[in-house]
């Protein structure tokens, strides 16, 4: 201090009524060695001053009343040597408003402002002069009680190394665990703060109340308190680091967010590129404007209202997700759990997929997915890439389009294709059922067992396949299938173009392709309209088979009625043996055993051959044996046999007094040519056997005669050596001249009578029906005509 200063002076007062162009104050001291505050009671409207020191340390005091808004400022000035200690109450009298006082320029020293009331403050450049930026201390204190930070005071901190800011008037918390750079650490206190970091690093603590942290541009930690706490990330990105804050707001740079242990509930209000969750279980809302998302380590994910593009980062995830539209995996495994009450979403690249308790609709992108889903209900797959979709837990009801593979679950799994058509390969599904458009399924390798409905293709596997269809009836193309079951409806089949084996039940059409179609009939009895099949085995039962127009070639074994269409149809009987009642055929082969045909009653031109037992029903058939023995009984109708000269040992048969034609009708009897009476025989069965053996000796009684000699008492047989010629003229006149009277007769008197016109040989039955002797026409019945030997003898004739 200056030396001619007065020791004892307490004080003095200075004036001014208009601004001086300088005014110094100086403090007066006492003799004491402990400089004491001198208090200069000052009253001005405008005052520019300087104080300056004295040799030690010096306070001062202004007790007065400013009127701030008129008083420009005040130069502090100090040398590094000494601390000077500022302190003024601030405060506005007599003019409406508070007014601005700046104190600027103040190094190396230690600012106290203390008040009842501050509007603003504002510290800058704070520094020291020799630059190191150590010891420095910011502090705001107040009486006790609370203090409010409120949402109109702002507080910025920015920092450009490790320091410590505090807000006291609650305890700080604990220090955070040190990191290997240097962070800012800032907590709150339990009321409502809104904290800004700078471009550095910094840990926020919110503590209690609803707190809200813009963490700036730097690494930040924010750990929030029991509020509702926001952190608001910086403009130009970063990273954070997150616990226990309940909402995050991003930017428009790239915004990474990372949660640490343990658990937390976070919404993210928008803005945020990546979160990654800790081992703690992590659940996360998204905002409706925050868009699209990388996720890891996330538990539990709901979305927006809005459209949520998620991916899921590398390295696997499993998680459960609701309300969002686009989820993309990872490189990793991703098990996804849809929650809610029914999610529709577009899915890429997702491993494991469980639906919700709701409807799931799911359709996956182009990129193609390989992936395991269960409980969801609609499942389409993309326009491009193969998806391959494993249906999981106990059993599905679904719909899907588009999917190129589909293997079923280890429970009962029902499959329904969507109306856009397509072509997949199904495995392990019971129940499949196709949409309305074109539906090409291949089922798996290994074996399949299900139920079918609407599909236009289906193609086995390489392992036994077992299908049946449902209720509905179908039209559809069946190949490398093993067993086929038709439903309840009318099932039209075509059998694929490479051939196939196959059993069949309960179709009503089956048509056969280019290959060679081996078909065994099902269940216990089929009617079948069958085509182009070239190996056809009945079942246990009755078979009704109907070949179409298209003619055919084909070997059938096991079947009781087989009727050709229009067209060609050649038949071999198959196995060993057949029963069989046939129609319309052109050709029939029988088989290394006993085949038993019968035409129907519609009538045949066939051409037969190892038939060995060939019936002919009601109506005329004509009959070309080929080879072997045949057994050829032709009952009605007026049927032609042609035998095959000079093979085998034929066999044909009469069972009836009215086989052949009527009495006294020259037509209607049967015409058998290559009749070889060395090797074949004429057999006489049935009502005409016991007809013609009178004493029923189980023998005819035969006798060769010429006219007038036939005694009918006797004669079973009569073989007339008189020719009648012709057989068949008109009331067979002819056959009645050679026959004569009768030499003995009686009422009702019959015998068979073989008679030859030096050509063929005629069989016929004769009855002299009032017993007078001679035969009328009436009374006679043309059988058959017998061409290939000239004349029969008894030998050729027998009964049975």
């Known amino acids: 201090m200056p030396a001619d200063a007065a020791p004892t002076e307490r004080g003095c007062s200075v004036m001014s009524t208009s601004p001086p162009a300088a005014a110094r104050v100086q403090p007066v001291y006492d003799d004491s060695p402990i400089p004491y505050i001198h208090y200069f009671d000052v009253t001005f409207e405008t005052l520019t001053t300087s104080l300056t020191e004295g040799s030690t340390a010096d306070a001062v005091k202004v007790t007065t009343t400013f009127v701030k808004t008129t008083w420009n400022n005040i130069d502090v000035y100090d040398d590094s040597a000494r601390t000077l200690s500022f302190s003024m109450p601030l405060q506005s009298t007599g003019r409406a408003g508070a007014g601005d006082f700046t104190i600027e320029g103040v190094t190396d020293n230690a600012l106290t402002i203390t008040g009842e009331s501050v509007r603003t403050l504002r510290i800058t450049a704070l520094q020291d002069s ?16 609370t203090y409010s930070l409120s949402s109109t005071l702002y507080v910025n901190l920015t920092v450009s190394s490790s320091m410590s800011i505090n807000i006291i008037d609650a305890p700080p918390l604990p220090p955070p665990t040190p990191t290997p750079s240097p962070i800012t650490t800032i907590p709150g206190t339990d009321g409502a703060e809104r904290l800004f970091g700078g471009t550095s690093a910094e840990m926020f603590s919110a503590l209690g109340g609803d707190d809200t942290i813009e963490g700036g541009g730097g690494n930040d930690t924010i750990v929030g308190g029991s509020g509702n706490d926001t952190a608001i990330l910086g403009r130009t990105g970063g990273s954070v680091t997150l616990h226990g804050v309940e909402f995050v707001t991003g930017d428009a740079g790239y915004d ?9 509930a976070l919404t993210i209000l928008s803005g945020v590129e990546f979160l990654a969750g800790d081992t703690g279980v992590d659940t996360v809302t998204l905002g409706t404007g925050n868009g699209s998302i990388v996720l890891r380590g996330i538990e539990t994910l709901v979305g927006s209202t809005g459209g949520d593009w998620v991916t899921i980062a590398d390295g696997g995830s499993t998680m459960t997700v609701s309300g969002v539209e686009t989820l993309r995996g990872g490189a990793g495994v991703d098990v996804v759990t849809l ?14 997929l469980t639906g919700s308790a709701g409807g799931d609709w799911i359709t996956l992108s182009n990129l193609g997915s390989t992936m395991v889903v269960s409980g ?25 389009a588009a999917i190129d593979t589909l293997s079923g679950s280890s429970g009962g799994d029902w499959v329904i294709f969507s109306n856009l058509g397509g072509a997949v390969t199904v495995s392990g599904v019971e129940t499949l059922r196709g949409g309305a458009g074109f539906d090409s399924v291949r089922l798996g390798d290994g ?16 392992g036994a396949d077992v299908v049946t269809l449902s209720h509905i009836g179908h039209s559809m193309t069946v190949a490398a299938v093993e067993t086929l079951a038709g439903g309840l409806g009318a099932e039209w089949i075509t059998l694929g173009m490479a051939g196939s084996t196959i059993t069949v039940a309960g179709v009503e059409t089956l048509r056969g392709g280019n290959g060679v179609d081996v078909v065994t009939l099902g269940g216990s009895g089929n009617a079948v309209l069958l085509a182009r099949v070239e190996v056809l085995t009945g079942s246990a039962g009755g078979d009704w088979i109907t070949l179409t127009d298209l003619g055919h070639t084909m070997t059938m074994t096991g079947v009781e009625t087989l009727r050709g269409g229009s067209g060609m149809d050649v038949v071999t009987l198959g196995g060993l043996g057949n029963t069989i009642i046939l129609a319309a055929l052109e050709a029939l082969t029988g088989s290394a055993g006993v085949d038993v045909v019968t035409l129907s009653n519609l009538g045949a031109t066939m051409t037969a051959s190892g038939v060995e037992s060939l019936t002919g029903g009601a109506a005329a058939d004509s009959i070309t044996v080929s080879g072997g023995n045949v ?3 032709g009952n009605g109708g007026a049927d032609t046999l042609a035998l095959q000269t000079g093979v085998g040992a034929d066999r044909i048969v009469f069972a009836g007094t009215e086989d052949g034609g009527a009495p006294s009708v020259t037509a209607g009897f049967d015409v058998v040519t290559g009749f070889q009476a060395a090797d074949d025989r004429i057999v006489v069965t049935g009502a005409l056997c016991l007809a013609a053996d009178d004493d029923s000796n189980g023998a005819l009684a035969a006798a060769t005669r010429t006219a007038g000699t036939v005694n009918l008492q006797n004669d079973e047989l009569v073989v007339l050596t008189t020719a009648a010629a012709p057989l068949d003229n008109g009331d067979f006149a002819a056959l009645r001249a050679a ?5 003995k007769t009686a009422i009702g008197a019959d015998a068979l009578v073989l008679a030859s016109n030096g050509i063929s040989t005629g069989l016929y039955w004769i009855v002299d029906g009032n017993g007078d002797g001679t035969i009328a026409s009436g009374e006679v019945r043309l ?5 290939g030997s000239p004349g029969l003898v008894a030998g050729s004739l027998a009964l049975e």
């Open 447 to 462: 074996g399949n067992t299900l139920i079918v409905g609407g599909i236009e293709d289906l193609t086995g596997g390489t």
């Open 256 to 264: 990474a967010v990372f949660l640490e242990d343990p658990s937390n």
């Open 739 to 743: 026959l004569g009277a009768m030499a």
């Open 130 to 145: 020799d630059g190191n930026e150590s010891g420095e201390t910011i502090q705001l204190s107040g009486r006790s009680g």
């Open 783 to 787: 059988l058959a005509k017998f061409f």
């Open 376 to 400: 969801v209900e609609t499942l389409r797959g993309g326009s491009t890439g193969a998806d391959v979709v494993t249906l999981g837990g106990s059993g599905n009801t679904i719909i899907v």
């Open 339 to 352: 929650g809610g009450v029914g999610s529709t979403l577009i899915m890429a690249a997702v491993d494991v």
């Open 631 to 633: 057994r050829f009984q």
